[in-house]
């Protein structure tokens, strides 16, 4: 299979490296709704899913951003092939690899490695008050509750669902199937992030009570939050 384009579409910025060692690439970009269009795909060596022939041009320009960055961070691993979508709208990566992809608010970041080690990648901008409702509503358990006080603040609602989000995506390709934000709770609040603490098992492998570190930090008013669990 042909080498992945180096020129990127106009509507996204030069990648952005962040050092993460040998066999890992961390990458993130800024990306223009506006100027994105679908001649963008030919350019990232893309063809359009059929699955976006509908959607709006944010949803649109989003998928574009992620592939064709994800396409970069490949490249500079020195990988081949695809990325793939399976059937819950997860990637699935070239063999050999694996990855996370997220965007928020104009950013996208891709998180790649050789091996088996699985990734989780979130980005979130600081709530707003209505989405900081939403994320008390639906998203903290009681025992988040107990770290963060009965009226969380922005910047906490936004970094435990961002750390949960990120555990999620991490997590995922291990167990294979759906679990929801009450599947876990804050362990421990720390300077360079979260401990999460699995309420209910995901699989004997997963049972309650196992520990996952997240690491954040915040960037220009959006928190950046990793996972990684080694096989």
Do not use: N
């Not at 063809?47 to 959607?55: G, K, V």
């Not at 989780?120 to 509503?137: F, K, T």
């Not at 991490?170 to 599947?183: E, K």
């Amino acid at each position: 299979m042909a080498p992945f384009p180096d020129k990127l579409p106009d509507f996204l910025s030069e990648p952005e490296l962040w050092p993460q060692g040998a066999g890992r690439c961390l990458l993130f970009a800024q990306y223009d709704i506006a100027r994105c269009r679908d001649s963008d795909y030919a350019v990232a060596g893309l063809a359009p899913p059929d699955f976006l022939s509908r959607a709006v041009p944010k949803r649109r320009a989003e998928f574009l951003a992620g592939r064709a960055l994800a396409g970069q961070a490949l490249a500079r691993l020195g990988a081949t092939g695809a990325v793939g979508r399976d059937s819950h709208g997860a990637p699935v990566w070239p063999r050999g690899m694996q990855g996370s992809i997220s965007h928020s608010h104009g950013m996208v970041g891709v998180w790649l490695g050789q091996g088996a080690t699985t990734f989780g990648l979130d980005l979130e901008a600081l709530a707003d008050p209505r989405a900081v409702r939403a994320i008390c509503h639906s998203v903290l358990t009681p025992g988040d509750r107990v770290h963060l006080g009965a009226t969380p603040d922005a910047a906490g609602a936004t970094a435990v669902f961002s750390a949960k989000e990120a555990l999620y995506k991490a997590l995922f390709p291990r167990v294979g199937r759906f679990f929801g934000f009450d599947h876990a709770e804050i362990a421990e609040i720390r300077p360079d992030g979260l401990a999460l603490r699995l309420t209910k098992p995901l699989s004997t492998g997963w049972p309650a009570g196992c520990v996952f570190e997240i690491a954040q930090h915040w960037r220009a008013g959006t928190v950046i939050s990793q996972c990684e669990i080694a096989s």
